[in-house]
């Protein structure tokens, strides 16, 4: 299964959306959008990840391996790297300041634990049809606001 995600802001904070694509066996399965009338693009990009995850069941999806591509940096990176370490700093940055998001990356963690996931960025506007889908998407769900 593959799961592509978005998120973004017109601002930054300003109002924002976030989206997500699940394709299995190479068939496109799933797609739905979301917005909030203020918010972060750092929110919203764990918003579409958290959403698609909550879609699945970890029964039915047990033994089966999720790719969640994403060209959030912040998001692949912060969920394979950086949050191990924020929890041993109790829940601080490397620079001693508290986690943004805190309770979206624990709301994330709990979710990505439930499944055998990767987490695969890739590069956003390089015409990923996936990728592109949910920057459709998202930008859709920030206009109907």
Known sequence: MEIYTDGGC???PGPGGW???IIRDGVLVSEKCGAEKLTTNNRMELQAVIA???TLSPEEEKGEKIA????SQY???GISIWLPEWKK???KT???KPVKN???WQRLEALAGLFSVSWVWVKGHAGNKYNERCDELTRIAIVSL
């Open 10 to 12: 017109s601002g930054n």
């Open 19 to 21: 989206a997500y694509v």
């Open 52 to 54: 698609a995850l909550e």
């Open 68 to 71: 969640v591509y994403t060209d």
């Open 75 to 77: 998001v692949q990176k």
């Open 89 to 91: 700093k109790e829940w």
């Open 94 to 96: 490397s620079g001693k």
């Open 102 to 104: 805190k309770e979206l």
